[in-house]
């Protein structure tokens, strides 16, 4: 055999092997992989508890901004800020003293622990020492929690709850009497107590958003913490998906931000440069010299400037005559007028009577007198100067 054909014979082999080992070393089983969230499930953190709280019996809503229900109502908070508007806070702590009922988780920012002193509950953080290892401190452990409940005392065994996502390095006091809480060997981890008519619960975990609500006893957890009842009025509070600026400002002020637009629009209109001009150029029409002269002899005799007209012609007659005869400018008025009649052949008298006294004529006398200087005018200047052709 050839050394190539060992080769591929020898690789097949070894392709035959491989398969082999892995068709005997690997299990094929099914896995159960969960379902993407889409539509409404996928932006609302709160999708799958409120799907809880009306299968009970009551209505939930999901709203991005406080507006004061009523008393009988529950309102979760989670993701929100207590203190970024102090009318809203304002609003939200005279809702529960008059008999409203609060829920709020550990994503509840209060910077300045305006909450704390209102409601009465506070963080208390454990030493670093006594946390948890790191490797063992993951977000997914859950831990079994003890309820105590002060207005159930005849309970004859306190239930417990399964709650994910807890904290231990941290847990809640309150220096008032609690009516409801969970505690472990770490401490309380969800704790009621009374405001005014109402009553506030704080949750050290983040138990009813999106998918962690489907771990351990969430779902118990909160009908317990909002003393769910057939008929009550739910309200999820977040803030963690608002819209943009520019989507409020269109929403609050749409009028005035169109007015604007159209506004800036003719003012750029107004001010931009031109292409070109507004209108098509007319088309340059030439007219001759005759025409023109035609013209402004019918402006002068129509708007009363026939005594300049007639001495234009005169003084282009004479002008003429001069280039003909040397001694023309020294010769006087009739004289001029012979030497033009020999020149031209015109009546001497005619020719007398047209360069005098232009203010006796009317109009129409007027321009026969005109075309007659204009006349004598070519005969002495073109007339007499044009070469004879054929001729001694």
């Known amino acids: 055999m050839k ?3 060992w080769i591929a014979f020898a690789v097949s082999i070894s392709l035959a092997l491989v398969t082999y080992w892995v068709a005997r070393n690997t299990e094929w089983v099914d896995a159960t992989i969960p379902a993407i ?26 709203d991005r901004a406080f507006t004061a229900p009523q008393p009988t109502a529950i309102i979760v908070v989670s993701a929100w800020h207590w203190n970024l508007f102090p009318a809203r806070r304002d609003s939200l702590k005279q809702w529960v003293e008059s008999g409203g009922r609060l ?15 209102w409601s009465g509950i506070r963080h208390e953080f454990r030493s670093r020492r006594d ?10 452990q859950c831990s079994t929690f003890e309820e105590s409940d002060a207005e159930a005392p005849g309970a004859v065994r306190p239930a417990t709850y399964q709650m994910c996502d807890v904290f231990d390095w941290s847990s809640l006091k309150t220096h008032k009497a609690p009516t409801w809480s969970l505690s472990d060997a770490s401490g309380i ?14 949750i050290n975990a983040t138990p009813f958003r999106y998918q962690s609500f489907l771990d351990g006893d969430h779902a118990r957890l909160l009908a317990a913490a909002i003393e769910l009842h057939r008929g009550d009025e739910v309200h999820f509070l977040s803030e963690d998906d608002h819209p943009s600026l520019l989507a409020m400002i269109w929403h609050h002020g749409a009028p005035v931000v169109a007015l604007t637009l159209v506004l800036a629009a003719l003012l750029l209109w107004r001010d931009c440069v031109r292409f070109g001009p507004l209108a098509a150029p007319h088309e340059p029409a030439r007219r001759s010299l005759a025409e023109q002269i035609r013209g402004t002899a019918q402006f002068a005799l129509r708007y009363g400037s026939d005594a300049a007209l007639h001495a234009a012609c005169v003084r282009a007659l004479d002008e003429a005559a001069a280039r003909r005869l040397k001694i023309y400018s020294r010769l006087t008025g009739g004289e001029r007028t012979a030497a033009l009649a020999r020149l031209t052949g015109f009546d001497e008298q005619t020719l007398a009577a047209a360069i005098t006294n232009p203010d006796a004529r009317t109009s129409h006398e007027l321009r026969r007198t005109i075309a007659l200087l204009e006349a004598a005018r070519r005969h002495v200047a073109v007339d007499l100067t044009r070469p004879s052709y054929g001729t001694r």
């Open 103 to 117: 829920v709020a988780d550990r994503s509840m920012e209060d910077s300045d622990r305006d909450f704390e002193r």
């Open 131 to 140: 946390r948890r290892p790191p490797e063992q401190d993951t977000e997914r």
């Open 3 to 5: 050394r190539t054909t």
């Open 37 to 62: 969230p889409r539509g409404e499930a996928l932006i609302n953190p709160f999708y799958a508890a409120q799907k809880f709280v009306d299968a009970l019996g009551a209505h939930s809503t999901w």
């Open 189 to 202: 981890q969800a704790i009621r107590v009374r405001v005014g008519r109402g009553n506030v619960t704080m």
